[in-house]
């Protein structure tokens, strides 16, 4: 890197010896006063759960989370321990210690779930564990999916760590197996396999270590021999009581609605489909169905009201205790209860904090507005859970009460309730824009229109029905049946509405990623766009949400191509483009009714990166980590022209041979394997795709082994490249000595699994690209993997080191150094 400026230079100049002690004394006066003069003013210091300390600990808490690396632990406490002397003491500089305080508690929350993290020693081995099974088990098709909490039998440093395991039925079994069996709140004991939490790293990709360090998951595994797995006690707690009621509501409601009234009744989306939930995203609806903090305040408004009445008809109650005060509790225990059954999801912790907090002011007969309320739910929430600033749903409940209640106006006589509920809707929408655009990439024209209907009916009608239901059996069963099958009869309709609505190519639109700073100038343009109407130049807000809506793309200028090697795991997907088209080799594994590649990494990479469609796909053969989120991907993107080898069995348009090529922005495509009519040998008949730029050229050799490799040297012209994703995972039966040389590639990249069972890449594989002058490149360790061939010469990034997070994992490759000696190239 080269770093340009430095002392001297054009307008530069001496200082006379003579003058420069008086000038230095009048300068450092100055900088004096300047520093010492915030200092002077009287400023009151702020309340301590005001929203300046509130705002600033979140602020310390994001600045602390989101660094590269974690803070020494020194560094840690010491920001904990003054920073929380710095905010409890009243003095002006109260916020700066809020600021320190939250920096320090979230990093040493970060410090204590990285450490629960799986030793090293345990990765990949089988270990017996008993404990707890927590919250509802996901049953599937083929597998289970729960948490599981170990408590019993187990190596030490398994004690009490929360897992996330998998139970799969056996290959070929006709009906599921005993992981049906499973119910929240029982213990079993079960023999696992384990790894730490390790994610995909992608443009647009779920992040699994975020989403294990913000739940405090210490590994996630898979059950092992399941006739070994014993039952120890049976279901029992709340969790029970949930899966116990939610299996009552489908008995008792015959329509498909029911899933959608389990939801709303007791935050089980268990049974929402993939298309349940693309429907949902695409009008916008995805906050009503699951347990939102509206529901929570719709039980504890109607505990307080039963309260009031109860001591209406009996006045001597108010003897002991006024009426308000009693309300007030019974606001409390009825939302707490609720988010008990709800599963203490965080938007009904929220408002059950906010309504503990008017509460307590009522009780202790202390004047409390909208914002104090608001302030010391956010304290209470980041004191309790720092790591909650990791979920999405923490950003998206605070900011849009935040929203609406600094716009909309305060309690008044004047109130027009069609007008306030249309005023709701419109700083909702706008509010929350950015951060939709930021944390799910997408924006739903629809959804305005949408909430406009879905939130009165739904919250008026079909949630009050569902909650009286749930009520109503708590008390006899069989009470709440009536109820139910209200909600489902009164959700029917709605819903078929929206799908209707979902089904428009316009209701959802993806957008790209854009830079980190892109959000807070989105934000300013938000705040300045709703201010009062009377403010010039409001309009031109928007300007500020360009960055964020439609962010450089960086595709590469005409002759230039652009490699995105997408994280799959154990599989292949990349991604070429030119100036103006896209193509895609490979889509990425998938397992049938489990996992897909090209659902969850894919087409998620592809929408990030601003590829609108496909102009053409080419499948290498049909193995299926490589072939198997092809079709995902092609219901996600419309694909110009689709190819695979002949014989492939693959819903392709045509079949690609050697010599078949093509032109694109003054790039050429050219096959070099397999030849017409060469036998369907799966790995042998990949496709070999050869892209020659101005720049440089990329070598795709997908899955072909030593026999063809050898067979391509015939011409060894044809086999340089600049770029190489390296044959067959870098597995041992590839990348031939002759083959390696006659590349010359300077970058070469692997596409595997992290801890794959067939040890890609061999060590002696990476090894030998390397003493043939390449860098070689893991998406294990390095995720995604973008790559330039412009003017500009050749440019690499690598998505973990440009985006490094404190929760990415650390250490060696998952390949031990090349062997060396004589039989090194064997």
């Known amino acids: ?44 210091p702020v309340h301590p759960s005001g929203p300046a300390c509130a705002v600033m600990w979140l602020a310390g808490a994001m600045a602390s989370l989101f660094l590269p690396t974690l803070m020494p632990a020194p560094l840690r406490w010491s920001l904990a321990i003054v920073g929380v002397m710095a905010w409890l003491r009243p003095w002006r500089g109260r916020a700066f210690g809020a600021l320190l305080a939250g920096a320090g508690w979230a990093a040493l929350h970060a410090g204590w779930a990285l450490a629960l993290w799986l030793p090293a020693d345990l990765e990949g081995r089988e270990t ?46 006709a009906a599921a197996g005993r992981r049906i069996a499973l119910r929240p709140g029982a213990r079993w004991s079960l023999q696992v396999k384990l790894r730490a939490p390790r994610g995909l790293s992608n443009p647009g990709g779920f992040d699994a270590g975020r989403y294990a360090l913000a739940q405090r998951i210490g590994a996630t595994g898979y059950v092992r021999s399941p006739q070994l797995a014993r039952e120890l006690a049976a279901a029992g707690g709340i969790d029970a009581c949930r899966d116990a009621t939610s299996a009552r509501i489908d008995k008792a409601v015959p329509s498909p609605s029911a899933r959608f009234v389990r939801a709303l009744a007791l935050g089980d989306t268990r049974g929402l489909s993939d298309t349940d939930w693309e429907t949902l995203r695409a009008t916008g609806l995805t906050h009503l169905i699951a347990i939102s903090g509206f529901h929570v305040g719709l039980v504890a408004g109607f505990c307080a009201w039963l309260a009031m009445a109860i001591w209406w008809l009996l006045p001597a109650l108010c003897r002991h205790w006024p009426r308000a005060q009693a309300a007030a509790v019974a606001a409390v225990l009825g939302a707490g209860g609720y988010a008990a059954v709800a599963g203490f999801a965080l938007p009904t912790v929220r408002t059950l904090l906010m309504i503990a907090v008017v509460a307590v002011a009522r ?31 923490f950003w998206l409940s605070f900011a849009g009460v935040a929203w609406l209640v600094w716009c909309l106006p305060a309690r008044g006589d004047d109130r027009h309730v069609l007008r306030d509920f249309l005023a709701a809707q419109g700083v909702a929408t706008l509010g929350l824009l950015p951060l939709a655009a930021v944390l799910f990439l997408q924006a739903s024209l629809a959804g305005p229109l949408a909430n406009l209907l879905a939130v009165p009916w739904w919250s008026l009608v079909v949630v009050p029905l569902s909650l009286l239901g749930t009520g109503l059996e708590a008390l006899y069963a069989g009470a709440g049946t009536w109820a139910w099958r209200a909600a489902a009869a009164c959700f029917d309709p709605s819903w078929r509405l929206f799908e209707w609505v979902a089904g428009s190519r316009f209701a959802l639109q993806w957008l790209p990623e854009a830079r980190a700073w892109a959000l807070p100038l989105a934000l300013a343009g938000t705040f300045w766009l709703l201010l009062p109407r009377g403010l010039p130049g409001r309009p031109l807000a928007v300007l500020l949400w360009l960055p964020l809506l439609w962010p450089p793309r960086e595709l590469p200028r005409p002759g230039g191509v652009e490699l995105q090697v997408i994280d799959v795991g154990q599989g292949l997907s990349v991604l070429v483009r030119t100036t103006h088209h896209a193509l895609l080799y490979d889509a990425g594994p998938a397992v049938l009714d489990g996992w897909d590649a090209g659902e969850r990494a894919v087409s998620p990479a592809l929408h990030a990166l601003g590829v609108a469609r496909l102009d053409r796909v080419v499948i290498s053969h049909a193995d299926q980590d490589h072939a198997g989120g092809w079709p995902a991907v092609a219901r996600a993107f419309p694909v110009a022209d689709s190819l695979a080898p002949a014989g492939a069995r693959l819903a392709v348009r045509s079949d690609c041979h050697a010599g078949q090529a093509w ?144 929760w990415d994992p650390s250490g060696p490759p998952p390949y031990a150094r090349p062997r060396d000696g004589p039989d090194a190239e064997q």
């Open 663 to 806: 032109r694109w922005d003054g790039v050429e495509f050219v096959f070099l394997h397999p030849p017409v009519h060469f036998p369907y040998l799966r790995n042998e008949a990949s496709c070999v795709l050869r892209i020659n730029s101005r720049h440089g050229t990329v070598l795709l050799p997908g899955d072909i082994g030593e026999v063809v490799e050898q067979r391509l040297l015939r011409d060894p012209a044809q086999l340089h490249a600049d770029v190489v994703v390296v044959p067959h995972h870098g597995s041992g039966g590839s990348s031939s000595a002759a083959f390696v040389a006659a590349t010359g590639a300077r970058v070469a990249v692997v596409a595997a699994g992290h801890g794959n069972r067939f040890g890609h890449p061999r060590p002696e594989v990476v090894g030998r690209w390397q003493r043939h002058g390449a860098e070689v490149l893991a998406t294990p360790v390095s995720g995604a993997v973008r790559i330039w061939l412009d003017a500009g010469g050749l440019a690499v990034r690598e998505r973990r080191a440009w985006r490094p997070h404190l």
């Open 128 to 173: 017996r564990v008993s404990g707890q099974v927590l919250d509802l088990p996901q049953h599937e098709e083929r597998r289970t999916r729960f948490l599981f909490r170990v408590d019993g039998d187990a190596p030490p440093a398994l004690r009490g760590r929360r897992l996330q395991l998998s139970w799969y039925d056996d290959f070929g079994a």
């Open 363 to 393: 009780l202790l007969r202390r004047p409390l507005d909208t914002w104090q309320a608001l302030s010391l739910a956010l304290l209470a929430i980041v004191l309790v859970d720092p790591l909650s600033v990791l979920q999405a749903g």
């Open 1 to 44: 890197m080269e770093v340009f400026g430095g002392r001297g230079g054009a307008g530069t100049h001496d200082i006379d010896a003579t003058g420069s002690r008086q000038g230095l004394r009048s300068m450092a006066a100055i900088l004096a006063g300047l520093v010492a003069w915030p200092w002077r003013i009287p400023v009151r």
